[in-house]
């Protein structure tokens, strides 16, 4: 199956209102082309170096949007045009990218990366831990970052009712957060989660972005 197969049948099975996001890490540029000229814009990559790389090559109307771990000192390559930021993890990294977005007068769209695999992972906010950091007023300073919403990765299992449990259990904090912390915004709408092995059962539990890379581009090598 080509790049374009794999778009036009994962666009048939997620429905309008889910935005799909390709996964093109480790993929060339030729490879980001060709799902660009089938219409695809949304495009996700991991790695500031990889996406610094690519960016420049390709057309400007791509949305690029961070997925990957983000160290602070990189937040200011990639500022300039990263269209949303789903990684946003530490109180630290908040203040960078609102400091970084406001050199350049930006207000950058970020979603806070939340930790809700059973199993144990670096990365994403505990909830108690984002909790915290919302109950304290100095994040309202962050006026160049609006809040859009939630990432999550689920366990990489094939015990489908425990992911669709961890991604429950990320749709429930979407919806804690919207009614104490983001009442007025009504851009705080978004829930990214779901990857190739997992998106049917994160559309279920109420995604609004997935995320899929091996689906359209096949296995990384
Ligand atoms: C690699 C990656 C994806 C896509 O994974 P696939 O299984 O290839 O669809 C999604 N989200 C994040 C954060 C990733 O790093």
């Known amino acids: ?49 990889e996406l610094i790389l690519k960016q420049p ?20 390559y990639i500022i300039s045009f990263v ?11 908040m203040q960078v990218i609102d400091r970084e977005a406001g050199k350049l007068h930006k207000i950058q769209d970020c979603l806070f990366e939340m930790h809700i695999a059973e199993e ?30 939630v990432m999550g990765m689920a366990t990489f299992t094939d015990d489908i009712p425990r992911v669709k449990r961890e991604f429950g259990k990320l749709k429930e904090i979407f919806h804690t957060l919207s009614r104490d ?8 709408s978004e829930i990214s989660m779901g990857m190739s092995g997992d998106y049917q059962a994160a559309i279920a539990e109420g995604s609004t972005i997935v995320r899929i890379g091996t689906k359209i581009f096949g296995t990384r090598h």
């Open 1 to 49: 199956m080509s790049i374009r197969q794999n778009l036009e049948k994962i666009r048939q099975e997620i429905p309008d209102n889910v935005t799909l996001v390709a996964v093109s890490k480790t993929m060339p540029v030729s490879a980001i082309r060709e799902a660009y000229d089938t219409g695809q814009r949304h495009f996700g990559e991991n790695r500031v170096q």
């Open 57 to 76: 090559q390709l057309p400007d109307d791509i949305l690029w949007h961070m997925i990957g771990h983000l160290q602070t000192n990189k937040v200011k």
């Open 83 to 93: 269209h949303l930021i789903h990684s946003v993890d530490s109180w630290k990294l």
């Open 120 to 149: 144990e992972s670096k990365f994403g906010f505990a909830y108690e831990e984002l909790l915290d950091i919302l109950r304290e007023e100095e994040w309202k300073n962050l006026q160049n970052i609006r809040w859009r919403g």
């Open 181 to 188: 912390f983001f009442m007025q915004e009504d851009n705080f």
